[in-house]
């Protein structure tokens, strides 16, 4: 079987033919009778918890307990400085389509994909005696909270001003290089739907990260490839430091997106190196 797919390479031509044909022949995936339409307008609460406790701890450690963070989990830190712009985040609410899990601006679908995988998880005390690092020396271990709480707080945020026991099942897996990625985009996919749902809801998932999404595929910048060699490369640092203006009103927004061409989106985040992907095997799609 691996030779089917593994050894053959298409060009993009040929990819978005077999594309186009298949959705033309077999149509989408929703149940029959089932409408696919975008909801009246949906009222969304962006509350978030208070970062401010998190910030003062990170800006005084040193560079060394820093990089020791950035070696095992990567460059969260900067979402703390990336502002949650509220009017654009309920505009962009607005276009999320419940039916096929994605959002829809015109005669544009856009979302990632989101696959996941039941795991057996350790009991809550064993969990904590983990992520606290009984055994760690204290450095580690205060990564460690610091860790656990921007999960709790910022990525995962349940409920206000504490931390949901489901984030642990998720952190105590970290260091057994299970990504996070799935489960962040699960949890966004469900919570966008609530709320168009329901028409209201508090929003429960990490608007920063949503926002970052947003402004890497619609903003347009410099493709600079050779940055994603560079050691210290953060996607995340280059757009807390990109400047966007933040009075433009919702209603303003929402006109920007209805009126949003194939041309203005970035299919491809900028720092993603072009790479193969398996779209058939033999004859199954």
Known sequence: MESEFLDKVED????????????????DSLTKGYTSELLDF?????TQNNFQELKEIWAQWDDEVKQLFYSNYGDLPYL?????DEHLFRALAQFWNPAYSCFTFEEIDLVDKVFSKAVNVPTFVKKLVNILGMIHPDTKKKVDVFALSTYGLMIFPRALGYIDEAVTDLFDRLDKRVTPVPVILAETFRSLSACRRAGEGRFIGCAQLLLVWFHSHFWKVDKVSYRVFSNDYSPLKELAAMSRRDNITMEKWIMILQNLKDEDVEWKAPWIMPDKILYRCGDFD
């Not at 978005?16 to 298949?22: G, L, Q």
């Not at 949906?42 to 962006?46: G, H, K």
């Not at 703390?80 to 949650?84: E, G, N, P, R, T």
């Open 42 to 46: 949906t009222y969304i609460n962006v």
């Open 12 to 27: 993009n031509a040929v990819v978005r033919i077999w594309s186009e044909k298949t959705q033309l022949e077999k149509g």
């Open 80 to 84: 703390f400085d990336i502002k949650v």
